[in-house]
Every structure is written in structure tokens, then in C-alpha cells.
């Protein structure tokens, strides 16, 4: 059974740093592209970062870009995501994602992936 696991949520003041975890199991192939989505209270879901399935490769929605960074251990069947310079605006739920497409490349749409986590809980207090 395919399981994604986030970790690493929290409470943070803005500014601060929070690294959330998301470790795979049950077969999920090291070969897939993973990514990473938030949903905001009263929001839609929203991509947030991706990441190639050799971490090669990553893409950033621009509201993160630059304060964000998508990383993956394939050894460790883990994708991270360091959040710096956090802002009220970033708290949401954190949710991974994979896509079924060995060797592929990122993806920034929802449906584009095939399996999720539950979801972290991430708030940046003002």
C-alpha cells in the first residue's frame, strides 16, 4: 500500500524557518516526480514546489520563489521542503504528492499526480 507521510509542521513566527518531511512507502518508485501543495483556510489548493525524480530539476509557484527549496533523498525515500522567511501568508495545510511517471520531469498541476499525504499543519504567527 502506497503511503506518503508528512512531518514537520508547526507553529513559527514570521521570519522564521520550518523544514517539512514527507517520507514514502509501500513500492512508491524513487523514479517518480514528487511535489509539494498547500491549502490555505478558505482556499483553494495551490501548487507550491516540485521536484524531478532525480532532484535534478525543481520549479517553484512564485509566491515561494526564493524563500522556498524542494529537495528529495532517494536513498531515504524522503522529499523536503525548507520553508525560509516565513509570512502570515504561508500558513496552510502541506500536502506531498507523486506522480506515476518514472523518470519524469516536474509538475505544477494537481492532477497531475496520482498519490497523497495527509497533510501538515503550518502557521506563521504575525
Same mark, same amino acid.
Given at each position: ?73 532517494? /536513498?531515504?525515500? &524522503? ?26 520531469? &516536474? /509538475? ?19
Amino acid at each position: 500500500q502506497v503511503q506518503l507521510v508528512e512531518s514537520g509542521g508547526g507553529l513559527v513566527q514570521a521570519g522564521g524557518s520550518l523544514r517539512v518531511s514527507c517520507v514514502t512507502s509501500g513500492g512508491l518508485s524513487r523514479r517518480y516526480p514528487m511535489g509539494w501543495f498547500r491549502r490555505a483556510p478558505g482556499k483553494e489548493r495551490e501548487f507550491v514546489a516540485a521536484i524531478n525524480w532525480s532532484g535534478g530539476s525543481t520549479d517553484y509557484a512564485d509566491s515561494v520563489k526564493g524563500r522556498f527549496s524542494i529537495s528529495r533523498d532517494n /536513498a531515504k525515500n &524522503t522529499v523536503y521542503l525548507q520553508m525560509n522567511s516565513l509570512e502570515s501568508e504561508d500558513t496552510a495545510v502541506y500536502y506531498c504528492a507523486a506522480a506515476r511517471r518514472p523518470y519524469g520531469g &516536474t /509538475a505544477v498541476g494537481g492532477a497531475d499526480y496520482d498519490y497523497w499525504g495527509q497533510g501538515t499543519q503550518v502557521t506563521v504567527s504575525s
